[in-house]
């Protein structure tokens, strides 16, 4: 099993910029995949971005050129780099790891993070 503690989360104003970091409790190169997801009120919990252990990303339609996923390795964080932020954005970020151990597969959440994006 997994323990993420996401950070950096606020508010900020379209067009503006959050960086949110994810801390993982073990070294994430050994980890399958790494991933940011987010719940907007009313709407189901949806993929924003994710990169696994080759370093390969994936990012919803939705956030393609604004956001990066990036992983570091050194202090075993995964963070989510957002630019050019938009009301849409606005949401309860989590952050998720998958992780073979064995023949068990873990799928382990953060607690999650609030981003608003207001004027």
């Known amino acids: 099993q997994v323990q993420l503690v996401e950070s950096g989360g606020g508010l900020a104003q379209p067009g503006g910029s959050l960086r949110l970091s994810c801390a993982v409790s073990?070294?994430?190169?050994?980890?399958?995949?790494m991933g940011w997801y987010r719940q907007a009120p009313g709407k189901q919990r949806e993929l924003v971005a994710r990169?696994?252990?080759?370093?390969?990303?994936t990012y919803a339609d939705s956030v393609k050129g604004r956001f990066t996923i990036s992983g570091d390795n050194a202090n075993n964080t995964v963070c989510l780099q957002m630019n050019n932020l938009k009301p849409e954005d606005t949401a309860v970020y989590y952050c998720?790891?998958?992780?073979?151990?064995?023949?068990?597969?873990?799928?382990?959440w953060g607690q999650g993070t609030q981003v608003t994006v207001s004027s």
């Open positions: 998720n790891s998958v992780f073979r151990s064995g023949y068990k597969w873990y799928n382990d």
């Open positions: 073990r070294s994430i190169s050994s980890i399958n995949a």
């Open positions: 990169i696994n252990s080759s370093g390969s990303t």
